[in-house]
């Protein structure tokens, strides 16, 4: 699925930088839907066990068949990420 949007200049610039931003993935009404999903998550979320100097991040693990419900939009975010 992602292979529509990757070119080979983005490849090149995750050999070169380690990292590439691939602009419009997502359309504003997949993005607003995800985001709702996550929120909808959050009472899932855990604090991380950092040190007190340390960002204190909540965290959850989403794997598409655990007992979560995710949403339709972060499922779709997470099988572009793979």
Do not use: F, P, W
């Amino acid at each position: 699925l992602i292979a529509v949007y990757v070119r080979i200049d983005h490849i090149r610039e995750l050999e070169e930088k380690s990292v590439v931003v691939i602009h419009n993935v997502l359309s504003s009404s997949t993005l607003r839907d995800a985001r709702e999903n996550v929120e909808a998550l959050s009472m899932n979320m855990e604090m991380s066990l950092n040190d007190e100097d340390v960002r204190q991040d909540q965290i959850v693990s989403i794997r598409e068949n655990d007992e979560h419900s995710h949403g339709d939009a972060l499922i779709h975010c997470i099988k572009l990420l793979r």
